[in-house]
């Protein structure tokens, strides 16, 4: 039994759903859902690198982020950051970005820059996490198809990489948290991850208040779990093709 | 017969969707698809007015627009406006929050502002009609849901009022340009009307080119029809409700 | 007899002037005044094109504008323009841009770009379509002298272009409306059209309102009516020259 | 006899004219021409104060200016200034503001604030102290038309402002330099002086050099004669009425 | 024995130094180093607090901080973020603004916003924590002195907050990487706990990289060591007084 | 006797200190304490040169100066400027930079940039002049260093620089203006010489206020005995070397 609005179990996650091909217009399209969070994470070529790392040796390619919360994905409106960029969003998508990197190796995607563009149609906490999950989907849908195409020799990813918030509510640790359980959780964690259980970032704040060293465990217990099961998504989303199956240890 | 890339007719739309509550943060949600173009439009209300207004009589209230291109929505990907917003997106969001005051007796809605956010979710043309067609039914919605819970006492809608494309390719007049027929097109004219056959607002431009009176002329038939098609599109997505039909005369 | 508030008949236009060389550093330098509405255009002659035309074959020139209220043109005073530049003042730039482009041949003025800054020393409405027919003979005046120093070979504009605005007020139909006029008026229509009666650009707003196909009809006419008394005024005010008066079929 | 590529004796201003009222929106516009150069002056009067001074006791008002290069002013074309406001600008509006607060008296202005909006239509050197020596002329005509109004009981003026620019070049001391000379000077000064011969600014830059406490007596002697015609010149420009007479000692 | 190139053994913080009363205009001010890294961390005091918490109930205060890399920090120069604040910038200093506040009660800060500066005199890895572990040792000073003058009522901390760096570089971990470790390193991990032992915040990523959950706990051990040793230097900088010494457990 | 609140005569400087090698990250690197007036100033050098002097003959350097007041240097707290930087910070840097340049043979630092930063960190008043003083010496010393290592073939400096401030307080003529005095002041001059005794720069402003010709002189001498003081503190400052002493004639 639990305590948790949606009658979830405590480390039970939301339901998911990874949709490809959302859209045709970028190299790869894909609207990932866990619960009511539904973000669009599309992948974009550009056949060139940044000018910082143009005569890097070996030739590399690049893998960026960008993050942005329509207007429209709260209740109250979210203000368009038109002007500036806020200090939220930043952390957010270099998050993303170095998540994706830490998975890729960026010789075997030569002259290449892919963008992976995170907007979040609709919010309810987790979107960060939502998008890595998703935003990894469309990246190696885009390497895959680059690979098909001839424009790369092989996958440049060496597997699968998936995130997943935690957090302590009270006494209890809590798995996938939305906005109501977010907004009062004391401390909030996201926890990057590869599929082989590796980490890549983890993340905890007690917000406004502190966490001990029991907590931290219960907190990484959990998440592994959630991380298993988004990684299981993850490879349902995508062909039964051996360039994706091998990501997937 | 006819010379269309996709065999449509000259003066023939693309298929039109609307699906109306697409997301639910938001009073009311929108996704419009012409074609391959889709806009998700949201409205979102707010208990306040711009200053500006304030002190008005009688009391008024406030219907505004944003229009934004996602980076995913084009390929090449479109570069985010983050720093600055460009001219072309400023003429668009101008555009459709007129043609939707157009229609409007903000009177009837003394005290609240609804946004409506169009954010393209890919593009092929003609996304600036395809967002007054598809913010209609938004608005129409979140100002029938503020009747029904008693936010304002009346419907502040007049009418529908919808938009579409034309253009002069060579010497054909065509309906409903994709981003093909667009981008090479001599003429292009946004027509907005009511679905009674008023002009919101036409924008007629000889594109580093000119066009004569009887091409004007042309233009405006094929829009007339386009128009009446696309009414009968947004009554057919809103609720069989008196309240609504009222606005289709 | 009439009811405009200055005693003009509904199609007839405000005094205008047309002053040559009202300065001396740019190329060329027009000082147009239509009633008390005085706009400063000058054209400035750059050795180079933007960025993005520079390969372009055939090589080509480039024609654009910029647009700006001066604080003491209106009272009250209007605020400058220095963080960020307005939706309105970027629509019509990029129409006065188009405009003149319209009636340009690129290929003749390889190499050249041609600035020309439209600067409102006094606004009493109609300052977009001033700037668009004074602009026209600055950019003449421009051009002609770079044919003259052999800068380019021939003239590279085809025709003289023009505008002017027209409008509905109550039942009546309106030829170029001072400020007075034009802010209460039901629908405001500007014209951009060529000397052969070719249009360039129809943008017709029902100002929170709408308008029929017939009084479409009857802006168009005496739209048509005041440009041709602007293309005089055009020609009167350049050189007797064969390569002027070439413009004005 | 003297070098100076104009003509011009060693201490000779270049022809100066003041055109008061050279438009009609504002509550004063003045039109000054130094040579070639020509500044657009206006004062626009508003009815409120800036909010740090909201509260003072006893009540005051606030003069204040604006500086700006059109992009026309210059060959080559000078660059707007849209983004944000150059270092020089920053200053020059500055050094306006204070030179014209230096002779007003604020509390005798209570209320209200005046902006000067100085305009650069054509720039060959000295347009800051032209701009100082217009201004001046504007701001007078706007406060004698508010205490004509009522607006004001008494006018806010204590005695007249002029500024003058004044250089070392190679062995000799110049008053009143065009951009030829200023560009090469190894010395620059700008004085700001009233009617009555006080120093209201000194801005004297040896431009990568330096100079001498001798050559600095002698620029500011040449300066002070300067300023005395420049006087007059103001007096010449205002109505003959005792209200601006009494500026001039 | 160690191969780090300092000498330190792996779990030896680098020296620390904790000056306070460093400068004299704000109400505390510190100079940290720790190494090469010397951050001036001052604490500014203003009798109001941001806008969205003024209605709150009951009355609460706010702290907040700024971090900043003075240009001759680093060498190359760092260039000033002038135009836009960087996102690395922003979320170091929310981090350090969490940091603090955890430890804070802010309904004992009633009507105050405390400022705490971090800026950067000397970059030598390490910047965030330092600033952290300093800012605190500021708090501390300046709360003591509000509520030794009597502006508020009690000390608003509840103990104290440090922070500390360590990383894994090859197959060894190590404790407070200065810029040289820090930029090979394969993990970084920031931890700020309190004195009491309790995580504020961890922040572990795999740079371009991923980790074990043991080599977790072995970051999370020296940090633990070093957490300690910083809790002392802080105490040591702050004045014998019960006020400060109950913040040490 | 004096009536200065602090006890020094009328022409007497407040106690100077400069520390050289504050820090060692860049080129050099100074700490000059004017009374409470602390700024520190660092050198440091960029192996390239502005773009707009790129292919100027013969190869030039180029030496320039930032300025920014830390937010703690001030009671109450100076807000950041991140997003854009105000008009006298811009005023005080370009007034820095062209200071520095009037002593310096540009031909002789072929290829080099030199930055000088000058961060206040306490602002009791004169921080420009301060700001001048030391950079001198940091840009001394860092020349001296390119030219012991070889990157330049002689000191690029011709002789000393140094700046003071001198006020006009009722009918007294004072040196040094510490805040309290400065803000009251009637006239504020910023006088810049070299120890030879030429002027690089005056700047005298009556504050919303004038002064006479006889006021003028004597601030002049007083600058002049400050100027001459402040060159022995800064030769004391350099190190016993050929190099350094040969810059103080």
């Known amino acids: 039994m639990t305590d948790r609005f949606d009658g979830r179990d405590l480390d039970e996650l939301r339901p998911v759903t990874i949709q490809t091909d959302f859209t045709e217009m970028p190299e790869a399209s894909v609207l990932i859902s866990m619960g009511k969070t539904k973000v669009m994470c599309t992948a974009s070529v550009e056949e060139s690198v940044p000018r910082w790392m143009r005569d890097a040796e070996p030739e590399r390619g690049w893998v960026t982020a960008e993050y942005a919360l329509l207007p429209g994905s709260t209740a109250p409106r979210f203000r368009r950051e038109r ?3 806020g200090g939220r969003t930043k952390e957010i998508q270099r998050l993303i970005g170095r998540s994706l990197r830490a998975v890729c190796d960026l ?24 998008s890595i999950t998703g935003a990894f989907v469309a990246l190696a849908l885009a390497c895959g198809r680059l690979v098909e195409r001839g424009a790369i020799e092989e996958m440049p990813l060496r597997e699968n990489v998936a995130a997943i918030s935690a957090g302590v509510l009270g006494d209890q640790v809590l798995l996938d948290l939305p906005y109501e359980e977010d907004s009062t959780a004391d401390v909030d964690m996201n926890v990057v991850m590869t599929g082989s259980g590796e980490f890549v970032e983890i993340q905890g704040t007690g917000e406004e208040s ?18 298993r099961e988004l990684s299981e998504a993850q490879q349902a989303a995508l062909p039964e093709d051996q360039m994706y199956a091998g990501l997937f240890g």
Chains 1, 2, 3, 4, 5, 6 share one sequence.
């Open 83 to 85: 002007r500036r960029v």
């Open 107 to 130: 010789e075997k995607l030569p002259g290449h820059t892919i963008w992976l563009d995170c907007d979040v149609l609709q919010a309810d906490g987790g979107t960060r996490t939502a």
């Open 210 to 227: 502190t966490f001990s060293h029991k907590e931290l465990l219960a907190l990484l217990e959990v998440a592994d779990k959630g991380i």
